[in-house]
């Protein structure tokens, strides 16, 4: 199967104000929470939908429900300003950490079928 291409194009100005509009005529409720569900998805237009996710774990599908998208379909997976959430580069870090880790990993269960062959 091939590889998905990963979105790196940012929504047009008249497509966020269309996803911020049709949230608008279907929500009803505290209108805070709808405030933080269109500023996160301008904040996700800059910053990529994964930075979304490590920001608002619980919160990243609430407010896909309010915005009525879903944020992976709508933003890049990185923006231009990944780079400066901590969160992220955290777990860029931990990925490196962890792909060391298991190619070292993998080093020393060659090791051992050699030995024990």
Not at 46 to 68: D, M, N, T, V
Not at 106 to 117: G, P
Request: charged share 30%; glycine share 6%.
């Amino acid at each position: 199967m091939a590889k998905k291409m990963k979105k790196t194009l940012r929504p047009s100005d008249d497509r966020l104000l269309e996803i911020v509009e049709a949230a608008c005529d279907a929500y009803i409720g505290d209108v805070t929470i709808l405030e933080s569900a269109v500023g996160a998805l301008v904040i996700g237009r800059l910053f990529g939908w994964h930075c979304l996710r490590l920001i608002h774990p619980a919160a990243f599908k609430k407010y896909e429900s309010i915005l009525l998208i879903k944020f992976r379909e709508e933003l890049p997976e990185r923006g231009p300003f990944a780079d400066k959430v901590n969160a992220m580069r955290m777990f860029d870090q931990a990925v490196a950490f962890w792909r060391v880790a298991k190619a070292g990993l993998d080093d020393l269960a060659t090791a051992r079928q050699k030995v024990s062959a």
